[in-house]
């Protein structure tokens, strides 16, 4: 797919770091697999992975947790 932010190159497969912040919690969420864009550097998560880590977060938001820094490990 071709990047929507810079609209100069096709993105590409890659990994991006990912960080989700709710009130006092805070999930860093380290290689998560991403169509990534080689000119920009804008990362593209697909719906399943995305599914994965919001309901990761809400676990651990839940569990009152506020920091949790972890590698991406698919469900």
Do not use: H, W
Not at 13 to 35: E, H, S
Not at 44 to 62: G, I, Q
């Amino acid at each position: 797919m071709k990047c929507l932010v810079c609209k100069e190159f096709e993105t590409e497969d890659g990994m991006t770091t990912i960080t989700l912040v709710r009130d006092n919690f805070t999930m860093v969420i380290k290689k998560v697999p991403a169509r990534v864009c080689p000119n920009c550097g804008e990362a593209y998560v697909d719906a399943k992975v995305t599914a994965d880590l919001l309901k990761t977060a809400e676990e651990m938001a839940e569990s009152g947790a506020q920091v949790d820094i972890r590698q991406y490990m698919p469900a």
